[in-house]
């Protein structure tokens, strides 16, 4: 059995879980989130616990599943209860970012504004004009969000100008010698 999905998920006081067929139902203070588990997985809701068992532990796919369907369940429960933050940094001389209402515009060195709509139930919010924050209740959507507003202008590896999440650690690569 999978270590991560053995151990069981606590439901803090406030969160709502509803367990129908394949598809579980989470409702907090921050908002309701659903989820589709796979038809080997079932699981059980008990005194404020729940444990997620397989059917049936015949190969390696059902124990991931079960790793993960544990997974996915506990990150929807403490999203409607906390939410889940993703900071960036923005490094280098004339690099900022705004927010207009619903729109992050991204000056990053080129001749044009990038600008960036906030997707359904995520906000960005800009401390200073260096700082970006994403945060929402679903973890992949803000993980997505950050990563897709770190692609706009990556990180290089000679000046380390570029966005990045904060306390990342880019490695600078020693510049061209002359002889």
Request: aromatic share 4%; charged share 25%; proline share 4%.
């Amino acid at each position: 059995m999978s270590r991560i999905g053995k151990a069981p998920i606590n439901i803090p006081s406030g969160v709502d879980v509803k367990v129908e067929g394949g598809v579980v139902t989470v409702k907090g203070p921050k908002g309701e989130l659903k989820q589709t588990i796979n038809d080997n997985m079932e699981v059980k809701q008990e005194q404020g616990v729940l444990t997620v068992s397989p059917i049936v532990l015949k190969t390696k796919k059902d124990n991931a599943m079960h790793g993960l369907t544990r997974k996915l369940i506990s990150n929807m429960v403490e999203g409607v209860s906390a939410g889940f933050n993703k900071d960036l940094e923005i490094v280098g001389v004339g690099y900022r970012a705004d927010k207009q209402g619903n729109t992050l515009v991204l000056n990053l060195g080129y001749s044009h504004q990038i600008k960036m709509e906030d997707p359904e139930g995520i906000t960005t919010s800009v401390e200073g004009q260096t700082k970006i924050k994403v945060s929402g209740i679903d973890r992949q959507k803000v993980g997505q969000h950050a990563a897709n507003i770190k692609s706009k202008r990556p990180p290089e590896p000679y000046k380390g100008k570029g966005i990045r999440y904060a306390g990342e650690y880019v490695r600078i690569k020693e510049g061209k010698t002359g002889k």
